[in-house]
């Protein structure tokens, strides 16, 4: 059970991340109303169709990882992971939420710029914030495993040859 939910947790945050960086890397060219209304639209369409379920997929995993312990929810890395993946899951609703509002604003082909100048600020704001948290607690769960392996790997006992 616990490899399942490590492998879910795994392909969760692949599907979030992997889905933000598309997106980063398509970005919003504004050459023409028809090329930035096909965009936005496929924006929104992967956010709600990889991005969500993936970090639905990454929470409720690392949940399930949580409630497998001896003592779930007691370990301050438990504590930490859980708290930035809510903050992390209450940004993307505003994250998603401004992509929407510009997927529907240039749905049509004719708007304003500056119709769409709001939305495209929200969302590189709170999805900045948002890469910078989940790359963050990725690197705090690396740091934080590896070194709970060496100081096992430290205190345990192993004689050598001029020991015994």
Not at 134 to 156: D, F, M, P, Q
């Amino acid at each position: 059970m616990r490899v399942l939910c490590k492998v879910l947790h795994l392909i969760g945050l692949t599907m979030f991340l992997g889905s933000i960086w598309v997106y980063i890397a398509q970005g919003t060219p504004l050459e023409t109303p028809l090329i930035t209304s096909y965009v936005r639209d496929s924006v929104w369409q992967l956010v709600r169709t990889l991005t969500i379920p993936g970090l639905a997929l990454t929470i409720v995993s690392g949940m399930s990882l949580a409630c497998l312990q001896r003592r779930p929810f007691t370990s301050p890395f438990v504590r930490t992971k859980l708290t930035v993946g809510i903050v992390i899951a209450i940004n993307t609703y505003y994250i998603a939420a401004a992509i929407r509002h510009a997927a529907e604003v240039t749905h049509t082909g004719v708007f304003e710029l500056s119709q769409l100048t709001e939305h495209l600020h929200q969302e590189t704001l709170f999805g900045a914030a948002n890469v910078l948290c989940a790359l963050g607690l990725i690197a705090y769960s690396v740091h934080t495993v590896r070194g709970t392996r060496r100081l096992k790997n430290e205190t345990t006992f192993r004689p050598t040859s001029g020991q015994i």
